[in-house]
């Protein structure tokens, strides 16, 4: 016999995408002549950069040739991509990170959701409701939770509300943890922690030895000035932070895949002995023992956004879909709509009219003017009567989004 691991059991339903692809491919089937337009999940639609296509051509026939075939990888990245990174993300900045605390992956959605793996089963974690599930998720599949309550939140797992009357900025605990997720600009609300609210939580994790999961895979999208793009901006998070960043939204790597995350060598946890070992290292055992490496040709494409020709196009592409953001922005407010978010992030935070529950609006907007959006309650208790919309459709149909619902939407 077989056991399987319960933990699994615990979560509700399926993944919070899927179950959107199961309602809208049921849609669709019973209607099938009509244009759904897709504003749901977080997928870009634009090509990748000119730069990355030509990269991954070279590379492409770099393996055609024995000379100058690749096999496997470093685990770790290849030092061509890690030195680039470490030059145009941090040192730029004035940022201190080292090319050997960087570790590329096939994305930030594993990382963020395997990191939890090199922490023991006995630490408390913090998350924002709502929240990007997979941080949620994955700690209840290892087990580091308790069963899920009536209310929609998990057993031994400290909840950090985040909605309007916060401004969306989670509070600082008043109990210890040891974990604690963070993400900012932030999926799904859109908004962003200002450098004063991660001060005082490097401040936290300092004074209780906590480890900070920083996921900034959306740091490309910020536009105001003075808002934090890395949380090593913050004097200490080398000593309490892990960093994960991603190409998937910063140069349309979503199907392609390319992720990356910073750990600091000064950052350690502790063992059963009580002594301090550095995370890094466990990292490290761990990637070289699960995971063979992105592909060269894949990394070869991220290589090629850190040059000017590379930035200036990935700047563009940016762009395209902030303009996106503002169209939807505006187009909402026009019909009365509250929204949060999309000044710099890709996604729009709206208040759902008349108190309506999420998913309801979800089948009121698919039903009505045939547009697919994520409903609030999925990230967590605290996102019912919100829903959430990317900018990242093309603009033909961002723009035909908004004219649907001007014109259709009955609220
Ligand atoms: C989202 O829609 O929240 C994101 O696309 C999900 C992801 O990046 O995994």
């Given at each position: 016999?077989?056991?399987?691991?319960?933990?699994?059991?615990?979560?509700?339903?399926?993944?919070?995408?899927?179950?959107?692809?199961?309602?809208?491919?049921?849609?669709?089937?019973?209607?099938?002549?009509?244009?759904?337009?897709?504003?749901?999940?977080?997928?870009?639609?634009?090509?990748?950069?000119?730069?990355?296509?030509?990269?991954?051509?070279?590379?492409?026939?770099?393996?055609?040739?024995?000379?100058?075939?690749?096999?496997?990888?470093?685990?770790?990245?290849?030092?061509?991509?890690?030195?680039?990174?470490?030059?145009?993300?941090?040192?730029?900045?004035?940022?201190?990170?080292?090319?050997?605390?960087?570790?590329?992956?096939?994305?930030?959605?594993?990382?963020?959701?395997?990191?939890?793996?090199?922490?023991?089963?006995?630490?408390?974690?913090?998350?924002?409701?709502?929240?990007?599930?997979?941080?949620?998720?994955?700690?209840?599949m290892a087990g580091r939770t308790g069963d899920l309550k009536t209310d929609g939140h998990f057993e031994d797992v400290v909840y950090l509300p985040c909605t309007s009357d916060n401004d969306f900025s989670p509070s600082i605990p008043a109990e210890h943890v040891d974990l604690i997720y963070l993400c900012?600009?932030?999926?799904?609300?859109?908004?962003?922690?200002?450098?004063?609210?991660?001060?005082?939580?490097?401040?936290?994790?300092?004074?209780?030895?906590?480890?900070?999961?920083?996921?900034?895979?959306?740091?490309?999208?910020?536009?105001?000035?003075?808002?934090?793009?890395?949380?090593?901006?913050?004097?200490?998070?080398?000593?309490?932070?892990?960093?994960?960043?991603?190409?998937?939204?910063?140069?349309?790597?979503?199907?392609?895949?390319?992720?990356?995350?910073?750990?600091?060598?000064?950052?350690?946890?502790?063992?059963?002995?009580?002594?301090?070992?550095?995370?890094?290292?466990?990292?490290?055992?761990?990637?070289?023992?699960?995971?063979?490496?992105?592909?060269?040709?894949?990394?070869?494409?991220?290589?090629?956004?850190?040059?000017?020709?590379?930035?200036?196009?990935?700047?563009?592409?940016?762009?395209?879909?902030?303009?996106?953001?503002?169209?939807?922005?505006?187009?909402?407010?026009?019909?009365?709509?509250?929204?949060?978010?999309?000044?710099?992030?890709?996604?729009?935070?709206?208040?759902?009219?008349?108190?309506?529950?999420?998913?309801?609006?979800?089948?009121?907007?698919?039903?009505?003017?045939?547009?697919?959006?994520?409903?609030?309650?999925?990230?967590?208790?605290?996102g019912e009567g919100y829903f959430r919309l990317t900018s990242f459709g093309n603009r033909e149909n961002t723009v035909e989004a908004m004219k649907r619902i001007k014109s259709n939407l009955n609220i």
């Open positions: 016999m077989a056991y399987i691991n319960d933990n699994y059991q615990k979560l509700p339903g399926s993944y919070l995408f899927s179950e959107i692809a199961r309602r809208v491919a049921a849609f669709q089937s019973k209607n099938p002549s009509v244009k759904i337009i897709r504003l749901g999940i977080g997928d870009v639609t634009q090509p990748l950069p000119k730069v990355c296509i030509d990269a991954m051509k070279h590379a492409v026939d770099e393996m055609a040739s024995a000379k100058t075939f690749r096999g496997y990888g470093p685990e770790q990245g290849y030092d061509f991509l890690r030195d680039k990174i470490a030059e145009y993300n941090y040192k730029r900045r004035g940022l201190n990170v080292e090319a050997d605390e960087i570790f590329i992956s096939d994305g930030s959605k594993c990382d963020c959701g395997n990191i939890q793996e090199i922490f023991g089963l006995n630490n408390k974690i913090a998350i924002a409701d709502p929240v990007y599930p997979v941080y949620l998720d994955t700690n209840v900012s600009p932030n999926n799904p609300t859109g908004t962003t922690l200002s450098k004063d609210a991660l001060k005082k939580w490097v401040d936290y994790a300092k004074a209780n030895d906590s480890i900070i999961f920083y996921d900034s895979a959306y740091a490309a999208y910020i536009t105001e000035d003075g808002v934090p793009k890395s949380i090593y901006e913050i004097d200490g998070a080398r000593d309490c932070a892990i960093e994960f960043r991603s190409f998937s939204k910063t140069a349309g790597f979503t199907g392609t895949r390319c992720g990356y995350v910073v750990i600091p060598r000064e950052l350690t946890g502790v063992n059963k002995n009580g002594e301090r070992v550095p995370l890094k290292n466990l990292w490290l055992r761990r990637q070289t023992t699960k995971f063979n490496g992105t592909a060269y040709i894949v990394q070869r494409g991220a290589e090629a956004i850190y040059s000017d020709e590379g930035q200036a196009q990935v700047k563009e592409l940016i762009s395209y879909y902030m303009d996106n953001a503002k169209i939807i922005r505006e187009g909402l407010s026009e019909v009365g709509l509250q929204v949060y978010g999309g000044v710099n992030a890709p996604y729009i935070w709206l208040k759902t009219p008349n108190e309506m529950k999420s998913w309801d609006f979800f089948d009121k907007l698919l039903n009505e003017v045939n547009i697919v959006g994520t409903p609030g309650a999925g990230f967590g208790p605290c």
